[in-house]
């Protein structure tokens, strides 16, 4: 930030501190398309918020585009202009009068005039946390129509509040900078806190995939190779010009497992951090951030977050990953199959050639089968695995009656709930599947889900652990598809045929049961967390059960969201929310509130299912967030339970 912007700042806030405040007037406008709000002479100082829609605004004759959210502050007598390049604008017109009560000296710091001039800067902002202002604004017109005056102003010192927070992070935003260098910037500034995808996708509003590709475009890194990235260089400059412990090293950018920091270490540099150290004593200082190499995923909290993940929404991910060290036995087999993979290696070759005269499976003692998987590699793969690791596959496994040696977890061992009655007992592997704890497992089948999971070298690695199968996006965006090839991989086509046939006859005996019970009514499914709310496509994960399983009618805010978002649970705005028109609602709530205390909020008020008491809450223990014949039977029971009672 300029000096000179972070003294106005300083005094502006000061000035609020010290005001004696009046709401004039709270004003909400809605345009329609091709409409205009030409040269309006603002009576007072005033807040411009733009919530919906987009259009060109001009403050004083300086120009601004309204895309999402923005934020306009300007003084009695400028002129605001408004003109739509949208279909629909919305926004909100805030009108305060305010007086300072600091003493003269104060006064004299200021520029032209003194006091007052502050309360009449222009001044433009694009919220990094555009909900909150929207909250309050909305409270604030509320309480004003009410003519609860006294509470409107207290709401109105609220929203002030949250500006001057959002200033004093970033500046005076005269021009809008482009969202890539905001989400770089952020994650340069951050790099030692704990981030995800999700979390990303919930500060700037904007999906994970999305940002994904700003930062990648920005910077030719996802963003979490980005921020490894700045983690290693910035050890490395610690290592080299400091003697602080690894342990200190590793705890200062973000790791607390020492062991885990210095194997990431190693994939990035070559070396160990002790030899870089050593090295590093007649060697030229580090520079200070460019951009490092691919790396493995942010290290989030332990209670895992969700970010998208083709067909399904997924965890993304948390807690330090630490090898399974439950037994000598594990240990023993990390080193002979460690050994196994040197001697391979120094070959050229993945496994053992046999012998002259011996086959392949005379020397494995069972038959195999050459597959090709959804990445193109021919993979060989026993005629009955034993020891599968097929993590977030495991919904396909336990329903083709196969267990897993280990299940997908996140943080400490946070596992798919729903899957529990089948899994208790399985150990948990972490979710980005570290190759040394997957040979601690001894596996002789991997199934990988999609290409992320094995970019880079990592199917190498993969490989010459166990045969490794990568499904695909083309195969994992249907999960009906997806569970065909995993039974065509374990060998199991029949017994998955029938599943699925299985599932058709019970998804058409509850679809009559509804129609007989309900008819043809709308419904929704929502997630919604603590700052955010989500809306299931309409052909993805829970989407997919209620409108072409169960034959519920599709809300046409759900059609809005299908066409526009690309995740399987894609974020949708309070004001959205509020027009939603469907006549039942099931919301996996992970808020922390209770469902009365949530719908207490005003914007579900006109919703019909909200008004009717036909809204239904699952937490996260529930399969609403997945995907799968298990997930899937699981859901229409709770439809059943909730919707025929």
Same mark, same amino acid.
């Given at each position: 930030m300029k000096e000179k912007e972070k003294k106005n700042i300083d005094d502006l806030l000061a000035q609020w501190t010290n005001a004696a405040v009046q709401v004039i007037d709270v004003r909400h406008f809605v345009l329609q398309s091709q409409a205009s709000w030409n040269s309006y002479r603002l009576p007072a100082s005033s807040f411009f918020y733009a919530c919906k829609g987009r259009a060109t605004v001009r403050l004083n004759g300086r120009e601004y585009a309204a895309d999402r959210f923005l934020l306009l502050h300007g003084g009695k007598g400028m002129v605001l202009d408004v003109k739509l390049t949208d279909e629909r604008f919305v926004f909100y017109l805030i009108l305060y009068k305010a007086k300072t009560m600091l003493p003269s000296p104060a006064d004299r710091t200021l520029q032209n005039g003194g006091s007052q001039a502050l309360f009449q800067l222009p001044y433009a902002l694009v919220p990094l946390e555009p909900t909150g202002l929207y909250d309050l604004v909305v409270a604030m017109a509320r309480e004003w129509e009410a003519q609860e005056r006294l509470r409107a102003k207290g709401t109105f010192l609220q929203f002030v509040h949250e500006v001057m927070q959002q200033l004093m992070r970033h500046g005076f935003q005269q021009e809008q900078e482009p969202l890539a260098r905001r989400v770089v910037r952020f994650l340069e500034e951050h790099y030692r806190t704990?981030?995800?995808?999700?979390?990303? =996708?919930?500060?700037f509003c904007y999906s994970a995939r999305y940002l994904t590709r700003l930062v990648k475009e920005e910077t030719g890194h996802s963003p979490?190779?980005?921020v490894i990235s700045l983690r290693m260089e910035k050890a490395k400059e610690l290592l080299a010009g400091t003697d602080a412990t690894m342990q200190e090293i590793a705890a200062f950018v973000g790791y607390q497992d020492v062991l885990y920091f210095s194997r990431l270490f190693k994939k990035?540099?070559?070396?160990?951090?002790?030899a870089f150290s050593g090295q590093a004593l007649t060697a030229p200082a580090v520079p200070d951030r460019p951009y490092g190499k691919s790396g493995l995923s942010i290290v989030d909290e332990k209670r895992g977050s969700y970010s998208v993940n083709d067909n399904r929404y997924q965890r993304s991910f948390g807690g330090i990953v630490r090898m399974n060290k439950k037994s000598t036995r594990h240990m023993a087999t990390l080193f002979m199959v460690s050994l196994a993979l040197l001697v391979s290696a120094c070959s050229g070759t993945a496994s053992p050639t046999p012998q002259a005269g011996e086959s392949v499976q005379e020397q494995t003692g069972t038959a195999q089968r050459e597959l090709t998987d959804g990445l193109g590699n021919k993979v060989t793969v026993p005629a009955q695995p034993q020891r599968i690791i097929a993590s977030y596959l495991e919904d396909h496994l336990v329903a083709l009656g196969v267990k897993p040696v280990a299940q997908w977890s996140i943080?400490?061992?946070d596992v798919q709930d729903y899957l529990q009655k089948d899994l208790a007992g399985i150990p948990a592997i972490p979710y980005d599947l570290p190759p040394e704890v997957v040979m601690s497992y001894n596996p002789d089948l991997i199934i990988m889900d999609n290409a992320e999971m094995v970019a880079g070298d990592k199917y190498s690695q993969y490989a010459k652990i166990s045969p490794t199968y990568t499904?695909?996006?083309?195969?994992?965006?249907d999960w009906r598809k997806e569970l065909l090839i995993v039974g065509e991989v374990l060998n199991k086509s029949e017994e998955a045929k029938k599943v699925l046939a299985d599932y058709d006859a019970y998804v058409a005996e509850s679809k009559e049961k509804l129609k007989q019970g309900i008819g043809e009514k709308s419904a929704a499914a929502l997630w919604v967390t603590a700052k955010a709310v989500y809306? =299931?496509?309409?052909?993805?994960?829970?989407?997919?059960v209620l409108y072409k399983d169960l034959g519920f009618k599709v809300p046409g805010v759900v059609e809005e969201i299908s066409k526009s978002g690309e995740a399987n649970w894609n974020a949708v705005s309070l004001e959205k929310l509020a027009e939603l028109d469907a006549d039942y609602?099931?919301?996996?709530?992970?808020k922390g509130v209770s469902k009365d205390e949530l719908l207490k909020e005003p914007v579900w008020a006109n919703i019909p299912a909200v008004k009717n008491g036909q809204v239904f809450d699952f937490t996260t223990d529930s399969s609403w967030l997945y995907t799968g014949v298990i997930a899937n039977r699981q859901m229409i029971e709770d439809v059943l339970d909730n919707v025929l009672k």
């Open positions: 704990r981030i995800s995808l999700e979390s990303l =996708a919930e500060h979490i190779d980005y990035h540099t070559g070396m160990t951090p002790s943080g400490d061992g499904i695909g996006k083309e195969k994992n965006s809306m =299931a496509r309409k052909d993805l994960s829970s989407g997919d609602l099931f919301v996996v709530n992970s």
